[in-house]
């Protein structure tokens, strides 16, 4: 099992910055393809952005340009680095890790944090 546990979110006025982190702990597990998820209030659970472990990147149209996916695979952490938030980033971001078996790289399972809200004011 993979524990996942946001942290960072907050308040900010638009134009604003905050550093999403996600810290993974639990069982020996490799963590392959990590990713960045906000559901807003309404709305469906949407892709902000995706790291693979070759440190690949892709981003949502929405985000590209103002946010950036990291990785420290030394502390097993995921960040979002967002810069010039808008009022329509307003949302719960989730962060996901898909866990292999390290020896046979099998998929274990596809993990879930709790989410942290992240509000920006207009």
Do not use: H
């Not at 996916?69 to 996901?96: F, G, H």
């Amino acid at each position: 099992q993979v524990q996942l546990v946001e942290s960072g979110g907050g308040l900010v006025q638009a134009g604003g910055s905050l550093r999403l982190s996600c810290a993974a702990s639990g069982d020996t597990v490799c963590i392959s393809a990590m990713g960045w998820y906000r559901q807003a209030p309404g709305k469906e659970r949407e892709l902000a952005a995706t790291i693979s472990s070759a440190d690949r990147t892709t981003y949502s149209d929405s985000v590209k340009g103002r946010f950036t996916i990291s990785r420290d695979n030394a502390k097993n952490t995921l960040y979002l680095q967002m810069n010039s938030l808008k009022p329509e980033d307003t949302a719960v971001y989730y962060c996901n890790a898909l866990a292999l078996n390290c020896d046979t790289t099998k998929t274990i399972g596809l993990y879930w944090g709790q989410g942290t809200q992240v509000t920006v004011s207009s």
